[in-house]
């Protein structure tokens, strides 16, 4: 992950505009994982990090630690995220919808339908992991960052990271492994 230099968060600090978006296309990615970790939905993970910009913006002068921006931004984004999941109705369960499964360019209807089937498994497995999970299994899978990297950035060791990326595997491994069986059955 590229960590922009220490002059461009100075720049933003300046109130410059284009400093700026040169840090949010550095961390747009990372904090659109975050906040989707968190909250499963893609346009309440869009809607949490647009405001997670903006708040950064508007505090860029409360930031101590310019090298630090995107663990700074990902704070901001993973408290707004977490405020978004407790103010969602109980009725409202962690669903995954993603555009990576792209039904446009599919031939074979059976085919998407077993890409549609395991995505679905695989996101129900992912919402059965607790809120400090999902973020760093997302991380680490579908942005590939390393346990360091993702440290950085959820403010944990990276020894944290890597145990909970191991219970995690374990959790999913079992869900999916059941899951397998029940549908086999």
């Not at 840090?23 to 893609?42: H, K, M, N, P, Q």
């Not at 039904?103 to 919402?127: N, S, Y």
């Not at 680490?140 to 595997?169: F, G, N, Q, T």
Request: net charge neutral; with cysteine; glycine share 4%.
């Amino acid at each position: 992950m590229e960590v922009p230099g220490k002059d461009l968060v100075e720049r933003a600090r300046r109130k410059d505009a284009e400093a700026f978006a040169s840090l949010i296309r550095t961390y747009e990615r990372v904090a659109l994982s975050v906040a989707f970790g968190i909250l499963g939905d893609a346009s309440a993970a869009g809607d949490a990090t647009q405001e997670g910009f903006i708040r950064a913006w508007e505090r860029l002068a409360d930031l101590r630690e310019p090298e630090r921006f995107g663990t700074w931004l990902c704070g901001i984004v993973r408290n707004l995220s977490l405020d978004m999941l407790r103010r969602r109705k109980p009725a409202e369960p962690w669903t995954s919808t993603s555009p990576a499964v792209d039904q446009r360019w599919t031939r074979d209807p059976l085919e998407e339908l077993g890409r549609q089937e395991r995505f679905a498994r695989v996101a129900a497995a992912i919402a059965s992991l607790d809120e400090t999970s999902r973020p760093v299994v997302v991380l680490r899978y579908y942005e590939e960052l390393s346990s360091k990297e993702i440290a950085d950035l959820l403010e944990m060791s990276p020894a944290a990271v890597d145990m909970r990326l191991s219970r995690a595997r374990k959790q999913l491994r079992s869900l999916l492994e059941e899951f397998a069986v029940r549908t086999a059955d």
